[in-house]
C-alpha cells in the first residue's frame, strides 16, 4: 500500500496548478489527509489538512486564500488546488496520510514528492 501523487510542474507568478493523491491499495478516505511542502534549505511547512469526514479543514498562513483542499469520495483522492501561485510556494509538495481520520499531523504515510516551481 502507498500513496501515489499526481500533479504539479511549472508555472509563471499568478498562474494555477492542481496535485492531486491517492491510495494504493488502501483507502484514503478513511485517513486525514496532508500536504505538506519542502524548500531548499528550508523546514518543511504543513499546507492543507482535511480530515477524513471533509468537516475540518485547516490551511497553513501562506496559502490561506489561495489554495483549496478538497476530498473526491468518488475516486477517493484528495486534490490540492492552488491558484495565484507565487514563487515563494516552489518547493516539493508531499502527500501524507495522517494516522486517523483526524488531522494530528502525526502523518502516517508519505507521497513520493511532486516538484511545484513558480517562475517570476
Known amino acids: 500500500a502507498h500513496i501515489v501523487q499526481s500533479g504539479g510542474g511549472l508555472v509563471q507568478s499568478g498562474g494555477s496548478l492542481r496535485l492531486s493523491c491517492a491510495g494504493s491499495?488502501?483507502?484514503?478516505?478513511?485517513?486525514?489527509t496532508e500536504w505538506y511542502r519542502q524548500a531548499p534549505g528550508r523546514e518543511r511547512e504543513a499546507v492543507a489538512c482535511?480530515?477524513?469526514?471533509?468537516?475540518?479543514?485547516y490551511y497553513g498562513d501562506s496559502v490561506k486564500g489561495r489554495f483549496v483542499i478538497s476530498r473526491d469520495t468518488t475516486n477517493d483522492a484528495v486534490h490540492l488546488q492552488m491558484t495565484n501561485l507565487k514563487p515563494e510556494d516552489t518547493a516539493v509538495y508531499y502527500c501524507?496520510?495522517?494516522?486517523?481520520?483526524?488531522?494530528?499531523?502525526?502523518?502516517?504515510?508519505w507521497g513520493q514528492g511532486t516538484q511545484v516551481t513558480v517562475s517570476a
Open positions: 491499495g488502501f483507502t484514503l478516505g478513511r485517513y486525514a
Open positions: 482535511i480530515s477524513s469526514s471533509g468537516d475540518f479543514i
Open positions: 501524507a496520510t495522517d494516522t486517523g481520520p483526524s488531522c494530528t499531523f502525526e502523518y502516517d504515510a
